[in-house]
Protein backbone atom coordinates (compact mmCIF):
# COMPACT_ATOMS: atom_id res chain seq x y z
CA UNK A 1 0.00 0.00 0.00
CA UNK A 2 1.50 3.21 -0.95
CA UNK A 3 2.06 5.99 1.97
CA UNK A 4 1.09 9.28 1.03
CA UNK A 5 3.02 12.15 1.24
CA UNK A 6 2.70 15.82 1.62
CA UNK A 7 5.45 17.71 0.60
CA UNK A 8 6.21 21.87 1.21
CA UNK A 9 8.05 23.65 -1.76
CA UNK A 10 9.38 26.39 -0.06
CA UNK A 11 10.31 28.25 -3.08
CA UNK A 12 12.63 31.36 -2.74
CA UNK A 13 10.80 31.90 0.60
CA UNK A 14 12.48 32.27 4.46
CA UNK A 15 15.63 33.05 5.86
CA UNK A 16 17.34 30.30 8.16
CA UNK A 17 15.55 31.75 11.30
CA UNK A 18 12.33 32.44 9.63
CA UNK A 19 12.77 28.50 8.75
CA UNK A 20 13.20 27.18 12.30
CA UNK A 21 10.15 29.47 13.12
CA UNK A 22 7.91 28.01 10.64
CA UNK A 23 9.63 24.39 11.69
CA UNK A 24 8.79 25.33 14.91
CA UNK A 25 5.16 26.30 14.71
CA UNK A 26 3.66 23.16 12.67
CA UNK A 27 6.35 20.11 13.64
CA UNK A 28 3.47 20.07 16.82
CA UNK A 29 0.60 20.11 14.45
CA UNK A 30 1.94 16.86 12.71
CA UNK A 31 3.24 14.97 15.45
CA UNK A 32 0.28 12.28 14.62
CA UNK A 33 0.49 12.94 11.15
CA UNK A 34 -0.31 9.47 9.07
CA UNK A 35 1.40 10.42 5.83
CA UNK A 36 5.14 10.97 5.21
CA UNK A 37 5.48 15.19 5.62
CA UNK A 38 8.76 16.52 3.78
CA UNK A 39 9.52 19.93 3.82
CA UNK A 40 12.34 21.45 0.85
CA UNK A 41 13.52 24.96 1.87
CA UNK A 42 16.04 26.91 0.02
CA UNK A 43 19.63 25.60 -0.25
CA UNK A 44 20.57 28.36 2.21
CA UNK A 45 18.15 27.47 5.07
CA UNK A 46 19.09 23.34 4.64
CA UNK A 47 21.02 23.60 8.20
CA UNK A 48 19.04 25.64 9.97
CA UNK A 49 16.11 23.35 8.74
CA UNK A 50 18.14 19.80 9.59
CA UNK A 51 18.46 21.57 12.82
CA UNK A 52 15.04 22.27 13.72
CA UNK A 53 13.97 19.06 12.63
CA UNK A 54 15.86 16.66 14.76
CA UNK A 55 14.03 13.72 16.57
CA UNK A 56 10.81 14.64 14.17
CA UNK A 57 8.45 12.84 12.24
CA UNK A 58 9.34 15.58 9.22
CA UNK A 59 11.95 14.79 6.41
CA UNK A 60 14.11 17.41 4.72
CA UNK A 61 14.09 18.00 1.28
CA UNK A 62 16.01 20.39 -1.31
CA UNK A 63 14.59 22.17 -4.09
CA UNK A 64 17.01 21.39 -7.03
CA UNK A 65 20.55 18.92 -7.34
CA UNK A 66 23.05 18.91 -10.23
CA UNK A 67 23.80 15.61 -12.10
CA UNK A 68 27.65 15.73 -11.57
CA UNK A 69 29.76 14.90 -8.34
CA UNK A 70 32.31 18.02 -8.71
CA UNK A 71 33.44 20.16 -10.98
CA UNK A 72 33.58 23.38 -12.82
CA UNK A 73 29.78 24.42 -12.22
CA UNK A 74 29.41 27.78 -10.45
CA UNK A 75 26.45 27.98 -8.21
CA UNK A 76 25.38 24.20 -8.28
CA UNK A 77 24.59 21.63 -5.49
CA UNK A 78 26.41 18.25 -5.45
CA UNK A 79 24.11 15.28 -3.78
CA UNK A 80 26.98 14.57 -1.78
CA UNK A 81 27.01 17.92 -0.09
CA UNK A 82 23.27 17.36 0.37
CA UNK A 83 23.43 14.02 2.00
CA UNK A 84 25.74 15.43 4.65
CA UNK A 85 22.97 18.10 5.52
CA UNK A 86 20.63 15.46 6.24
CA UNK A 87 18.87 15.79 2.92
CA UNK A 88 16.25 12.97 2.04
CA UNK A 89 14.43 14.12 -1.11
CA UNK A 90 14.95 16.48 -3.73
CA UNK A 91 12.24 17.74 -6.19
CA UNK A 92 13.61 17.60 -9.83
CA UNK A 93 12.09 19.04 -13.13
CA UNK A 94 9.81 21.74 -11.39
CA UNK A 95 8.67 24.07 -13.92
CA UNK A 96 10.20 26.90 -12.70
CA UNK A 97 13.08 25.43 -13.05
CA UNK A 98 12.33 24.44 -16.55
CA UNK A 99 11.21 28.19 -17.42
CA UNK A 100 13.71 30.56 -15.63
CA UNK A 101 17.34 28.02 -15.58
CA UNK A 102 16.43 26.24 -18.83
CA UNK A 103 16.05 23.00 -17.26
CA UNK A 104 15.41 20.50 -20.12
CA UNK A 105 13.96 16.77 -20.51
CA UNK A 106 17.85 15.87 -20.69
CA UNK A 107 18.81 17.43 -17.28
CA UNK A 108 15.72 15.80 -15.55
CA UNK A 109 16.83 12.58 -16.55
CA UNK A 110 20.62 13.18 -15.57
CA UNK A 111 19.42 14.16 -12.16
CA UNK A 112 17.07 11.71 -11.64
CA UNK A 113 19.83 9.22 -12.50
CA UNK A 114 22.07 10.85 -10.24
CA UNK A 115 19.83 11.36 -7.24
CA UNK A 116 18.83 7.16 -7.37
CA UNK A 117 22.55 6.33 -7.61
CA UNK A 118 23.42 8.05 -4.57
CA UNK A 119 20.39 6.67 -2.79
CA UNK A 120 18.51 10.40 -2.64
CA UNK A 121 15.11 10.44 -3.35
CA UNK A 122 13.81 12.37 -6.35
CA UNK A 123 10.02 14.15 -6.56
CA UNK A 124 10.07 14.42 -10.23
CA UNK A 125 7.81 17.30 -11.27
CA UNK A 126 5.50 16.65 -14.87
CA UNK A 127 2.70 19.17 -16.69
CA UNK A 128 1.61 20.71 -19.06
CA UNK A 129 0.99 24.74 -19.97
CA UNK A 130 -2.39 26.30 -20.49
CA UNK A 131 -1.70 26.39 -23.99
CA UNK A 132 -1.04 22.26 -23.90
CA UNK A 133 -4.52 22.30 -21.56
CA UNK A 134 -6.38 24.29 -24.41
CA UNK A 135 -4.70 22.10 -27.76
CA UNK A 136 -6.24 19.04 -25.63
CA UNK A 137 -2.87 17.07 -25.43
CA UNK A 138 -2.20 17.03 -21.54
CA UNK A 139 -2.22 13.15 -21.63
CA UNK A 140 0.56 13.11 -24.20
CA UNK A 141 2.72 15.83 -22.78
CA UNK A 142 2.88 13.85 -18.99
CA UNK A 143 3.26 10.57 -20.44
CA UNK A 144 6.31 11.60 -23.05
CA UNK A 145 7.81 13.82 -19.84
CA UNK A 146 7.31 10.85 -17.77
CA UNK A 147 9.13 8.27 -20.10
CA UNK A 148 11.68 10.74 -20.80
CA UNK A 149 12.26 11.07 -17.00
CA UNK A 150 12.45 7.31 -16.30
CA UNK A 151 14.90 6.75 -19.07
CA UNK A 152 17.77 4.29 -17.88
CA UNK A 153 15.79 3.86 -14.38
CA UNK A 154 15.70 0.29 -13.31
CA UNK A 155 12.58 -1.55 -12.04
CA UNK A 156 14.00 -1.82 -8.83
CA UNK A 157 14.50 2.00 -8.05
CA UNK A 158 10.61 3.35 -9.26
CA UNK A 159 9.40 2.86 -5.53
CA UNK A 160 12.02 5.41 -4.54
CA UNK A 161 10.57 7.42 -7.18
CA UNK A 162 7.94 10.13 -6.43
CA UNK A 163 6.21 11.70 -9.22
CA UNK A 164 4.47 15.50 -9.20
CA UNK A 165 1.52 16.06 -11.59
CA UNK A 166 2.08 19.61 -11.54
CA UNK A 167 -0.20 21.83 -14.03
CA UNK A 168 1.63 24.81 -14.89
CA UNK A 169 -1.49 26.72 -15.48
CA UNK A 170 -2.47 25.98 -11.82
CA UNK A 171 0.86 26.60 -9.70
CA UNK A 172 0.45 29.60 -8.18
CA UNK A 173 -2.22 31.09 -9.87
CA UNK A 174 -5.32 29.86 -7.53
CA UNK A 175 -6.72 27.79 -10.02
CA UNK A 176 -6.66 24.23 -9.35
CA UNK A 177 -7.49 20.97 -11.27
CA UNK A 178 -11.03 19.26 -10.56
CA UNK A 179 -10.38 16.20 -8.28
CA UNK A 180 -11.50 13.97 -11.57
CA UNK A 181 -9.29 15.56 -14.16
CA UNK A 182 -6.10 15.61 -11.48
CA UNK A 183 -7.24 12.08 -10.33
CA UNK A 184 -7.68 11.18 -14.46
CA UNK A 185 -4.10 12.38 -15.40
CA UNK A 186 -2.59 10.78 -12.62
CA UNK A 187 -4.08 7.79 -13.39
CA UNK A 188 -2.50 8.17 -17.11
CA UNK A 189 1.01 8.62 -15.35
CA UNK A 190 0.42 5.49 -13.95
CA UNK A 191 -0.34 3.48 -17.05
CA UNK A 192 2.82 4.75 -18.83
CA UNK A 193 4.54 3.62 -16.08
CA UNK A 194 3.26 0.25 -16.23
CA UNK A 195 3.56 -0.10 -20.15
CA UNK A 196 7.32 0.65 -19.29
CA UNK A 197 7.72 -1.74 -16.81
CA UNK A 198 5.04 -3.75 -14.89
CA UNK A 199 1.63 -2.98 -13.66
CA UNK A 200 3.04 -3.84 -10.40
CA UNK A 201 5.92 -0.98 -10.64
CA UNK A 202 3.30 1.58 -10.90
CA UNK A 203 1.66 0.50 -8.20
CA UNK A 204 4.30 1.46 -5.72
CA UNK A 205 5.06 4.41 -7.53
CA UNK A 206 3.57 7.38 -5.81
CA UNK A 207 2.39 10.09 -7.64
CA UNK A 208 1.30 12.89 -5.85
CA UNK A 209 -0.54 16.64 -7.27
CA UNK A 210 0.40 20.27 -7.15
CA UNK A 211 -0.55 22.86 -8.47
CA UNK A 212 -2.48 25.15 -5.69
CA UNK A 213 -3.54 22.53 -3.43
CA UNK A 214 -4.94 24.32 -0.35
CA UNK A 215 -6.64 23.64 2.81
CA UNK A 216 -9.62 24.17 1.35
CA UNK A 217 -9.55 21.62 -1.63
CA UNK A 218 -6.74 19.10 -0.10
CA UNK A 219 -9.23 16.40 1.71
CA UNK A 220 -11.49 15.99 -2.10
CA UNK A 221 -8.40 15.65 -3.84
CA UNK A 222 -6.75 13.28 -1.73
CA UNK A 223 -9.75 11.28 -1.54
CA UNK A 224 -9.06 10.43 -5.45
CA UNK A 225 -7.84 6.74 -6.08
CA UNK A 226 -4.54 7.58 -7.65
CA UNK A 227 -3.56 10.63 -5.74
CA UNK A 228 -0.96 9.92 -3.24
CA UNK A 229 -0.27 13.48 -1.72
CA UNK A 230 0.37 16.98 -2.72
CA UNK A 231 3.43 19.33 -3.60
CA UNK A 232 2.43 22.45 -1.43
CA UNK A 233 3.67 25.73 -2.29
CA UNK A 234 1.99 28.69 -0.97
CA UNK A 235 0.14 26.93 1.24
CA UNK A 236 3.34 25.04 2.91
CA UNK A 237 4.65 28.57 4.16
CA UNK A 238 2.33 29.20 6.58
CA UNK A 239 2.24 26.35 9.79
CA UNK A 240 -1.42 25.98 10.02
CA UNK A 241 -2.49 26.01 6.66
CA UNK A 242 0.34 23.30 6.01
CA UNK A 243 -1.16 21.21 8.92
CA UNK A 244 -4.42 21.13 7.59
CA UNK A 245 -3.62 19.98 4.58
CA UNK A 246 -1.27 17.03 5.69
CA UNK A 247 -3.87 16.17 8.19
CA UNK A 248 -6.87 16.00 5.49
CA UNK A 249 -4.66 12.43 4.44
Not at 156 to 179: H, K, L
Request: with cysteine.
Amino acid sequence: MRKPIIAGNWKLNKTPSQTVRLIEEFKPLVREARCEVVVCPTSACLFAAREALKDTNISLGAQNVFYEDSGAYTGEVACDSLLELGVKYVIIGHSERRQYFAETDETVNKKVLKTLEKRLKPIVCVGESLAQKQFGVTEEVVRMQTRLALSGVGVGDVEDITIAYEPIWAIGAGMTASSTEANDTIRQIRRVVAEIYTPEASQKLRIIYGGSMNARNAKELLSTSDIDGGLIGGASLKGDLFAQIVNAV
